[in-house]
């Protein structure tokens, strides 16, 4: 693992989960603020937040592929090395009593599946980063997520033509 994702790691441990969910949010040209939990996690499932989570992969990989060949032959080797480690972290994380008392109940399966999503692609965005140019997607995931909101999904259209994939939309922020 590169010094930077092992960095990243470590700023999600100490990272106050979801502190500021539902807080105003600094203006931005690329999100648009969901005001409340349940709204967040019917934006979290729809096919546009899917389809954003997928394309964000697709770009990182998609890169890798045509640029870094040998690189990215360790593909799945580095998802298998830091599957585990984001498992661990979400569970530390979300069973701490704080974090606990910020997600509703009904947060559920699509909830954790894409955070866990989320978390798994910023670890290889940034164990890659020196060869590779990061996502907008990611960069703003990453950005609310570290300050303590809940980055829930995109709201917009996500070509899957990858130059451009992102403009077409917002990332929901709760």
Known sequence: MK??????????ENADWFCNAGQPLEPSPDVVRVSTWAEALEVCA???????R??????????LSARHSAVFKLWNTKVAEFKPLVGKLMDKKLAMPAVQARVPNEAGKTFLGALRWELLGMCMVHEYEDVVSITKYCELFEYWFLVGHFPCGWIGEVPDDMEGAFAM???AVL
């Open 3 to 12: 010094s930077n994702t092992n960095e990243l790691l470590l700023r999600l």
């Open 46 to 52: 729809t096919q546009a937040s899917d389809d954003a």
């Open 54 to 63: 997928l394309e964000a992969q697709n770009e990182l990989t998609v890169q």
């Open 169 to 171: 939309g917002k990332l």
